[in-house]
């Protein structure tokens, strides 16, 4: 059985940081890319960025690109998504997923496993 949990979520001012974690259990953690969506109330969940199994290949949404940065830990089976540089319209429950590949997709369909989220507040 496949976990994710998610943490490090929050209200932060905006320009300010957050670090997400999601720490995974059940599957080798190592052999699959990660990712991070998020949905905003009334809207459909979106891509935020995505790691390969290995970290050597990373990809993001524009709208994020230059301010958040994932990573992964293989050791910790854990994958982080570093947010700088807050705006309001980052405010959504940001979700981890588990894909079932070993390399990043930007595609929804193609995570097998997702976390119960958790909430990003970012004030104006």
């Known amino acids: 059985q496949v976990q994710l949990v998610e943490s490090g979520g929050g209200l932060v001012q905006a320009g300010g940081s957050l670090r997400l974690s999601c720490a995974a259990s059940g599957r080798t953690f190592s052999s699959y890319a990660m990712g991070w969506f998020r949905q905003a109330p009334g809207k459909e969940r979106e891509f935020v960025a995505a790691i390969n199994y290995s970290g050597g290949g990373t990809y993001y949404a524009d709208s994020v690109k230059g301010r958040f940065t994932i990573s992964r830990d293989n050791t910790k089976n854990t994958v982080y998504l570093q947010m700088s540089s807050l705006k309001p319209e980052d405010t959504a429950v940001y979700y981890c997923?588990?894909?079932?590949?070993?390399?990043?997709?930007?595609?929804?369909?193609?995570?097998?496993?997702w976390g119960q989220g958790t909430q990003v507040t970012v004030s104006s």
């Open positions: 997923g588990q894909s079932r590949n070993s390399y990043g997709t930007t595609r929804y369909r193609d995570y097998l496993y």
